[in-house]
């Protein structure tokens, strides 16, 4: 028992110095190529074995033939070892290399595509990753250009806006001026309608601009949907009855919710002017407020037509109008765009889908707490 305990002492102690050599190599190598730290493991596998058979065989005190054939069949495995443990780094780096390679394209505005051949499930793993990523990126690209795009129409389309009715006001103004206005009366009331236009778009502007910015700032309160919806409609009911256009609010539960009255009565005023505008005389407009597994739905349902597919991922979008038509009440295109901001600000959804006749705008909320 006790030359067993003295022959384990002697390989452990010849197989230590070895690894601890080894562990000092690594620690000055830990910059170089991974191929490299594979084969200083393997020469310290083998070394350790070597150091402590030749411990063991010194205390032994066997023959110099017996020595001489250990250390052989020792030379052997470490010969076969490195062999193997560079082979190994080899194949590894090139691995990595091509993976590296193909990362580059993200850098370049490109898709990320995993090199071809068998890969380390490590390395597959890291691949999967990054293909994720790519559609990730491509994704997130897509909508940065699709966003860049929205704001460069909003410009070009506000600037229009407020050229036009600014050019109206100078020269109703300048009439007056020179005492050349045949009904002074007229020119000034067309003067304050103008000027009440570009306030409400400077107004939605300045909204939209703290919804971006993150500064809208809620007072929740709880309510009742079944209020909420009898102001939106008692506030729409006159552009409505102009129009000619029949609203109906029959399907409204009175369902409680935490929202910010003042904010929330103007999405339902968005949509619901939204709806009267693009619904003909004599159509007819729907808002409804039900429970849902997930919260509370309120709907406004127009008779617009319906709004091509192509475009219904795009009606939340800053500047979208759904017509090329530049004169009132075409809008700026930012009524839908404040509607999206304010309910996600509430943590809730808005979406459109088309319907018979015409279109549904939905406006998920989360339940208030009993």
């Not at 580059?104 to 890291?126: C, I, K, W, Y």
């Not at 020119?187 to 103008?194: D, F, G, P």
Request: charged fraction near 20%; proline fraction near 4%.
């Amino acid at each position: 028992m006790r030359n067993n305990l003295l022959i384990a002492l002697f390989a452990f102690l010849g197989a230590a110095a070895a690894g601890l050599v080894g562990a000092c190599v690594l620690l000055l190598i830990r910059r170089r190529s991974l191929a490299l730290h594979l084969a200083v493991v393997a020469a310290v596998g083998v070394a350790a074995m070597l150091a402590g058979t030749l411990a063991v065989a010194r205390a032994m005190f066997l023959s110099a033939h017996d020595l001489k054939v250990v250390t052989t069949v020792v030379a052997m495995a470490a010969a076969v070892s490195l062999i193997t443990a560079l082979l190994l780094g080899r194949w590894v780096v090139a691995r990595s290399r091509a993976l590296a390679l193909a990362a580059r394209s993200f850098g370049d505005g490109g898709g990320f595509t995993s090199p071809q051949g068998p890969v380390a499930a490590e390395l597959a793993a890291l691949s999967r990753e990054l293909e994720a990523t790519s559609v990730k990126l491509a994704e997130s690209r897509e909508r940065e250009r699709a966003l860049e795009s929205s704001r460069r129409e909003l410009v070009a389309w506000i600037s229009h806006d407020l050229r036009t009715p600014l050019a109206g006001l100078r020269a109703m103004s300048e009439a007056l001026e020179d005492g050349v206005a045949t009904d002074p009366d007229r020119y000034l009331r067309q003067m304050r309608t103008e000027v009440e236009r570009l306030n409400d778009m400077v107004g939605d502007l300045f909204e939209l601009s703290r919804i971006h910015a993150g500064a809208l700032a809620l007072s929740p309160s709880r309510i009742s949907l079944y209020d909420l919806v009898g102001d939106a409609l008692a506030g729409a009911d006159p552009l409505a009855r102009e129009c000619g256009v029949r609203l109906v609010g029959d399907l409204v539960e009175p369902v409680p919710v935490e929202v910010d009255g003042k904010e929330m009565s103007r999405v339902l005023g968005n949509l619901l002017v939204n709806a009267i505008r693009r619904t003909p005389a004599d159509g007819t407009v729907a808002i409804a407020a039900e429970r849902s597994p997930d919260g509370v739905v309120l709907s406004v349902t127009d008779g617009c037509g319906g709004i091509p597919e192509e475009d219904l991922p795009r009606v939340f979008d800053t500047g979208w109008r759904g017509t090329h038509a530049r004169t009132p009440p075409a809008g700026a295109g930012l009524g839908l765009a404040i509607v999206r901001g304010i309910v996600e600000a509430h943590q809730g959804t808005a979406t459109v889908r088309n319907v018979p006749g015409g279109c549904r705008f939905e406006v998920m909320l989360p339940r208030a707490e009993a």
